[in-house]
T-cell receptor, first 111, second 115 residues
């Protein structure tokens, strides 16, 4: 089975930095996805980590520690449009195609 | 490419009626997924297909739900009979195997309301 934990809600100010944590327990592990979902829209891909460490992609970075079952998404220079839910999804299936989404963290960016 | 296409975008029906949701995956993608999203349960995987063959349907809630993929460019999710607790947003997603990144591309979703 899989157990995924994320904070339910977070609030931050425009221009600030925010870190969204995700802890997970899975029977297998290939990598971990982060998806962004704006209200009323479909999830869209942000990042995929396979190896331990930090991967940076513009204002967004994602970190993974396989041994600790821990990941975080780091958002810098927050903008109003970053207000959304952020879903972590460990890829724990042997086929590498079936991954379970976490409950999501709803981020509100305030002016 | 137009991306994953779903229809209808909104569906309102009465309890007991049959509901059919439709999905057209991205051309060339060999995996297709059906998800359901509610406030209470989040985003749940219902079933997924590989090359039109169902691989894992353990997420399908009960026998009232069925999914088919008659060809590589079309899939349906059917609920018969529908119940108010089936009200949710249903997403279809597709992906391409054989790459290091198994990114899934989601359709816009179908918002189902069962009265």
């Amino acid at each position: 089975g899989q157990n995924i934990d994320q904070p339910t809600e977070m609030t931050a100010t425009e221009g600030a930095i925010v870190q969204i944590n995700c802890t997970y327990q899975t029977s297998g592990f290939n990598g971990l996805f982060w998806y962004q979902q704006h209200a009323g829209e479909a999830p869209t891909f942000l990042s995929y980590n396979v190896l331990d460490g930090l991967e940076e992609k513009g204002r967004f970075s994602s970190f993974l520690s396989r041994s600790k079952g821990y990941s975080y998404l780091l958002l810098k220079e927050l903008q109003m449009k970053d207000s959304a839910s952020y879903l972590c999804a460990p890829d724990g299936d042997n086929y590498g195609q079936n991954f379970v989404f976490g409950p999501g963290t709803r981020l509100s960016v305030l002016p | 490419d137009a991306g994953v296409i779903q229809s209808p975008r909104h569906e309102v029906t009465e309890m007991g009626q049959e509901v059919t949701l439709r999905c057209k995956p991205i051309s060339g993608h060999d995996y297709l997924f059906w998800y359901r999203q509610t406030m209470m349960r989040g985003l749940e995987l219902l079933i997924y297909f590989n090359n039109n063959v169902p691989i894992d349907d353990s997420g399908m809630p009960e026998d009232r739900f069925s999914a088919k993929m008659p060809n590589a460019s079309f899939s349906t999710l059917k609920i018969q009979p529908s119940e108010p607790r089936d009200s949710a947003v249903y997403f279809c997603a597709s992906s391409l195997s054989g790459t290091a990144l198994n990114e899934q591309f989601f359709g816009p979703g179908t918002r189902l309301t069962v009265l």
